[in-house]
């Protein structure tokens, strides 16, 4: 790292080495467990990856949870769909957020 990098912009500008996606649509009472379970596999594995859920327009208070989840842990990003477009659209949406 130079010494005009901050460790936060370092550690955000290291590449992923697994990056997928979970497309979701009304499913906030089980998203914590979900998640829970493949960051533990994920964590062990590699400190680079990154899981995006995809909120395709639910109507329960899924958001919510997502941006709680984006809050606490630095592999969640979240994109939400303004309304339901279906899981093909959602993983569309994957390919073009991963980096």
């Excluded at 992923?16 to 994920?42: G, K, N």
Aim: hydrophobic share 40%; charged share 20%.
């Amino acid at each position: 790292m130079s010494s005009d990098q901050s460790p936060v912009a370092a550690e955000h500008d290291v590449p992923f080495t697994l990056s997928f996606v979970v497309p979701t649509y009304d499913e906030e009472e089980v998203l914590p467990e979900f998640h829970r379970r493949p960051s533990a596999v994920m964590n062990a594995l590699t400190p680079n990856w990154q899981v995006i859920y995809v909120n395709d327009g639910s109507v329960d208070s899924k958001s919510i949870v997502l941006a709680g989840l984006a809050r606490i842990d630095r592999h969640v990003r979240v994109i939400e769909l303004s309304r339901n477009f279906g899981k093909e659209i959602a993983m569309r949406c994957h390919l073009h957020a991963a980096h």
